[in-house]
């Protein structure tokens, strides 16, 4: 026991040897002794005071030399590779203009960007953010931000073989003030694509409000790229009319769905967000919630290249393991 204990202790003081783990994550300070375990990083002891005042849900803070480590907290690290792993994801966009505090720093400018940095995520890529709940965070949230962004580049994949990590349920809601294409209204329905997957909800005749409450099914390959979703106008003797288009990105719920891993073990709470932008069809931020053990994100979207409609929607992500 005291051998794996000192096994992990020598495995742990490696990794803060490199180059990269020799100056705080945060600050730039040198000789860092202190370390954030579920986010993978190295900082000093003036970062360790506020990274404490986040909470653990956000920021689990242990001595690299005084406190004693589990195998699990000492893998996750390793795993996560460092600092400069770890900022690769969380110092990803930094605002125009924007500084990042050096050893000098005062406590309040410490304050402010670690905060920003790591409870807010204000510097990740928006795709790839996510909100921390209250209770039970995963082992590592660096590890699980890294692994679900690996997916498009480490998968090896036979020729025409396609590998799967998950399903997705899509529950189409209800559309409102949708386009008119015939006389006085229209006959519409929903068509999602995936790859190359194809699923349809059914036509609801001459109705502008229609109510579906329709599930569809979808496998997501490792690839699995943009959710598009079209609406038609169906025509018995003609080409059915577009009423409208939206792309819908799954990386939000997927990236932390698999960061949190299994949802069962977890209270109901908020774990991710898509958010509102000029280049997306959404009316407002999409949240990523643990509800009843499942992930689920709700949808509100304004059909794009189209007079009017919108459109709800709730995606729920169901691990192959389920």
């Excluded at 990803?92 to 005062?106: H, I, L, N, R, V």
């Excluded at 069962?264 to 898509?274: A, E, L, T, V, Y």
Aim: glycine share 6%.
């Amino acid at each position: 026991m005291i051998g794996r204990f000192l096994t992990g202790k020598r495995r742990l003081q490696d990794l803060l040897l490199q180059k990269d783990n020799r100056f705080c994550a945060d600050c730039n300070a040198p000789d860092p002794k202190w370390a954030s375990a579920n986010i993978g990083v190295f900082v000093c002891l003036k970062c360790c005071g506020v990274h404490r005042s986040l909470g653990s849900q956000i920021s689990k803070v242990l001595s690299v030399t005084l406190d004693e480590w589990s195998s699990d907290e000492i893998d996750a690290m390793i795993e996560v590779g460092g600092n400069s792993s770890a900022n690769s994801i969380y110092e990803a966009y930094f605002p125009e203009g924007f500084t990042k505090p050096g050893p000098d720093a005062t406590h309040d400018q410490r304050v402010k960007f670690i905060r920003l940095k790591y409870e807010h995520q204000e510097f990740l890529q928006p795709s790839l953010r996510i909100v921390s709940g209250k209770s039970n965070p995963p082992k590592s949230i660096s590890k699980g931000i890294m692994d679900s962004f690996r997916i498009t580049s480490d998968s090896q994949h036979m020729e025409g073989m396609v590998e799967f990590i998950g399903m997705l349920k899509v529950k189409v809601i209800k559309g409102t003030d949708l386009a008119i294409r015939d006389m006085m209204t229209s006959d519409p329905y929903v068509i999602l694509k995936l790859g190359q997957q194809t699923v349809q909800t059914t036509v609801i005749k001459s109705n502008l409000n229609p109510v579906w409450n329709e599930e569809l099914m979808l496998s997501v390959p490792q690839q699995f790229g943009i959710l598009n979703l079209n609406v038609f106008d169906y025509d018995l003797f003609s080409a059915d009319d577009i009423m409208g288009e939206a792309d819908i990105d799954l990386q939000p719920l997927i990236t932390s769905a698999i960061a949190y891993g299994d949802a069962r073990m977890f209270d109901d709470m908020q774990i991710g967000k898509w958010l509102k932008s000029n280049g997306n069809a959404l009316i407002d931020d999409s949240i990523v919630n643990i509800v009843d053990g499942k992930v689920k994100q709700v949808i509100s979207l304004k059909l794009q290249n189209v007079e009017s409609g919108e459109l709800d929607l709730e995606l729920e992500w169901m691990p192959l393991d389920y």
